[in-house]
């Protein structure tokens, strides 16, 4: 054994020694660390431990999100959102006792002691940690005050935040409907509702697009991290994430057309369509009169309502799409095209027109008492001989008059993003027998000829009716155009499937009534050769004529209370060569579809085809000083005007 010889156990204290010393400097790194930790929080942190040791807390409070924007089809916004200032109240935050806090806040704010009851009542209905608001739409002086004074306003929170506003007014209120407060009926029809919806600033769509478009415009809701100390003050804010707004939404709708149509339309209780006979795009869906849907977002005062509630024009009713009208004449295209697939009459086929018909004991007269004598096709929608209409019912039945006018779509509800889309009435048989469990008689088809007895049909439908008419295809109306910026693909609508030949004798029909020298229309016609225009009046009673009635003389509209006059009612197309725009317009109790209904589409048509005010060369000259002084009366909606944005 040499001197140098290693001994047993070295090579093991070596490996021992090693392992303590990375132990020992672990354990150094350790405490260290937990050092200066210490340090940090008895020195750099010690204000906020102590404020917590207090009693103070970290909350998170949602931040209602920006609602989306909605543009017209120009990008013009229809729907946009501006600064609003208001306060708040938590309950919990206030110490249970919320009564002395308001007190102390109405010596800042304008607080009435009847507006006082109503919130102290609201608050004993809303839990504890449900922020109520106390007031809104504050000056900014006001805003600034209660901030100041926060420190001693328990449970107070001064907020900036946004609020629909609608800059149209009522120009498209019927279609964009408005937003309010979310109210425990609306939290009881959803299931597991967003949490967003129980904050007192969040805006709920209640009616028309705001409210079927809901999911689309709401956005997600951010959040903030905030400190309250045991007086449920808020000290500081320690984060903030904002929500994600909605999505902009651009609706097919036209605001200058629909700005001109509600003016056009004036006073009356009248509703108007306009649609793009080859996309569907709705470019107007005006209902007169109507009311400003910004007072329902700030809350409508009780005057204001009832006032809406008691007016005999109904503004509050949505007539384009609610309201359900006899058609009257305008339902003649449907009835003569039924005839005319069904190959029981041809269009030279004629009856002959005494001033009335007789059918099941009874007679059904024609609105000329002198009669048309013998009619084809052509003339008799021209002319709009109801007789000729009797005769073909009696010919084809009941159940063919009403298929066809399901094909072209009356009878049954559009899927559009509106409140209350009524489905209307297209009847046969079996309809009467499950409504009112009697059988069908033929005076029932003879009505139905006319668009009288129990035929129903919205503007909207009246209108898609017209736009199939004139291109032959499965039209279907949409308002959608695009979202966030993805334009909504333009559908391919099917062919009606309907003779040519018949088309083009219903078409040259409706030409005839515009431009024929007997025309019921003629007036009304346009005047350039490339807006050609063809169309339809009617003209619907509301009341039953008696047989001693029409024997001394059938009461004239003006000489009857307004509710009892007729509906007056008028379609069209234009151009004739290649159309592109399909109106209906329905005014109530109007009288004559001829002279009230069909001057009012024209102008608006006319609008639609020129881009702008109608050109006063493009009508009669007799009537171009009257078109003159109503334009000029006109306030009429300017493109460049002030556009809402994110504030």
């Not at 919320?98 to 919130?119: D, N």
């Not at 929500?243 to 700005?259: I, K, P, R, S, Y």
């Not at 889309?421 to 009847?427: E, F, R, S």
């Not at 009857?560 to 151009?575: G, I, T």
Request: hydrophobic share 40%.
């Amino acid at each position: 054994m040499t001197r140098n010889a290693a001994r047993p156990g070295d090579e093991a204290g070596s490996s021992v020694t090693r392992r303590g010393l990375m132990l020992a400097g672990l354990q150094l790194g350790v405490v260290t660390t937990l050092a200066l930790k210490l340090r940090s929080m008895q020195v750099e942190q010690a204000e906020e431990f102590r404020l917590l040791a207090d009693g103070n807390s970290i909350k998170i409070r949602l931040l209602v999100p920006a609602r989306g924007l909605i543009h017209d089809r120009n990008g013009i916004i229809i729907a946009g959102n501006e600064q609003n200032y208001r306060v708040t109240l938590t309950r919990e935050e206030a110490g249970g006792d919320v009564e002395p806090v308001l007190r102390r806040l109405a010596r800042l704010i304008p607080i009435s002691e009847a507006r006082m009851a109503e919130l102290l009542e609201e608050f004993t209905k809303r839990s504890a940690v449900t922020p109520i608001v106390l007031a809104d739409r504050l000056s900014w002086e006001q805003f600034s005050s209660i901030a100041v004074n926060a420190p001693s306003l328990a449970g107070v929170t001064p907020e900036a935040g946004l609020s629909r506003a609608y800059p149209r007014a009522g120009d498209l209120a019927h279609v964009l409907g408005y937003v309010g407060p979310v109210s425990d009926y609306d939290l009881s029809k959803i299931e597991n509702p967003d949490p967003v919806l129980m904050l007192p600033e969040f805006q709920l769509g209640k009616v028309g697009f705001e409210a079927r478009m809901e999911d689309v415009l709401r956005g997600k809701a951010g959040q903030r991290r905030v400190e309250v100390n045991s007086a449920g003050r808020e000290m500081r804010q320690l984060s903030r994430q904002e929500g994600d707004q909605g999505a902009t939404v651009q609706m097919t709708l036209d605001a200058q057309l629909q700005n001109y149509a509600a003016q056009r339309m004036g006073a009356e209780s009248a509703a108007a369509v306009v649609m793009d006979a080859q996309t569907g795009d709705i470019l107007t869906i005006c209902s007169s009169p109507s009311f400003d849907p910004n007072k329902f977002v700030r809350g409508i005062s009780s005057a204001d309502y009832k006032a809406l509630m008691n007016h005999d024009h109904r503004p509050l009713a949505d007539k384009t799409v609610q309201g359900v009208y006899p058609p009257g004449s305008t339902f003649k295209m449907i009835t003569l095209l039924a005839g005319l697939e069904s190959g029981l009459i041809t269009p030279g086929s004629r009856f002959y027109c005494p001033g009335y018909t007789t059918a099941g004991g009874r007679r059904f007269h024609c609105w000329s008492r002198g009669g048309h004598g013998s009619m084809d096709a052509v003339n008799g929608l021209s002319q709009s001989c109801d007789v000729y209409y009797y005769e073909l019912a009696q010919k084809i039945g009941i159940d063919r008059i009403a298929d066809m006018a399901r094909r072209l779509g009356l009878g049954q509800r559009h899927d559009l993003p509106m409140s209350a889309v009524a489905d209307g009435i297209a009847p046969d048989g079996a309809w009467k027998q499950a409504r009112y469990g009697q059988a069908w008689q033929v005076g029932d088809s003879l009505n139905a000829s006319i668009g009288q007895g129990y035929v129903l049909a919205s503007p909207l439908q009246l209108a898609v009716m017209t736009a199939r008419i004139a291109s032959g295809r499965e039209v279907r109306p949409r308002l959608v155009r695009a979202i966030d910026g993805v334009t909504q693909p333009e559908p391919d609508f099917p062919d009606l499937g309907l003779s040519p030949e018949n088309l083009r004798i219903a078409r040259l029909g409706m030409d005839e009534v515009m431009n024929g020298a007997r025309g019921t229309a003629r007036r009304s016609r346009i005047l350039r050769e490339d807006w050609r225009m063809a169309g339809k009046t009617g003209t619907s009673q509301v009341r039953n004529i008696t047989a001693a009635e029409r024997a001394r003389g059938v009461i004239s509209n003006d000489q009857l209370p307004w509710n009892r006059r007729d509906h007056a009612l008028f379609v069209c197309y234009a151009p004739v060569q290649a159309p592109r725009y399909a109106v209906s317009v329905v005014v109530e109790h109007g009288g004559g579809g001829s002279a009230v209904a069909a001057p009012v589409a024209r102008d608006i048509l006319l609008f639609a085809l020129a881009g702008g005010l109608p050109p006063l060369d493009a009508v009669p000259d007799d009537q171009r000083a009257a078109m003159e002084e109503r334009h000029n009366a006109m306030t009429l909606f300017a493109p460049e005007a002030p556009r809402l944005t994110r504030a």
